[in-house]
């Protein structure tokens, strides 16, 4: 049996990886890493950081404007919850608006569970990801 893929996260505040739920997010984790192996993650800033809540990456603009260049439909697994931890994808209030953007859960979430999609969870690293601040920077993101 297969293991889900992991993604290293070197960023200027030090290294998480996580794992990406290929097997339970299938379209989300398709669309993330395609992008991660495009190295379009490369050099991009945390845009947002919100206390005890998440901080959130994956904006080529760097404003929370900005995507990649296709949409993806919302993906809802009951069984993935916003733990902290745990990765999801950013959206517009349209729920098939997810393209780039992603959060990484480092507090009070789980009122985000059935909204929006989760695909993934930090396996090393947490500590790091709880560093993260508005205009830190992922120097290299790449699947191990």
Known sequence: MSKNPTVV?????G????????????I???NFLGLVRS???NNLTFHRYEPDFVVQGGDPKG??????DKTIPLEIIPSLSHDVGALGMARTN???SATSQ???VIGNAKFLDGQYAVFGKVTEGMDVAKQLRKGDRMTKVYVQ
């Open 63 to 68: 404003d929370g404007t900005g995507g990649s």
């Open 15 to 26: 290294t998480f990886k996580a794992e990406i739920f290929e097997k339970e997010a299938p």
């Open 9 to 13: 996260f070197e960023t200027t505040k």
């Open 39 to 41: 190295g379009f993650y």
């Open 94 to 96: 349209d729920p098939n």
């Open 102 to 104: 992603f959060y990484v």
């Open 28 to 30: 989300t984790a398709k």
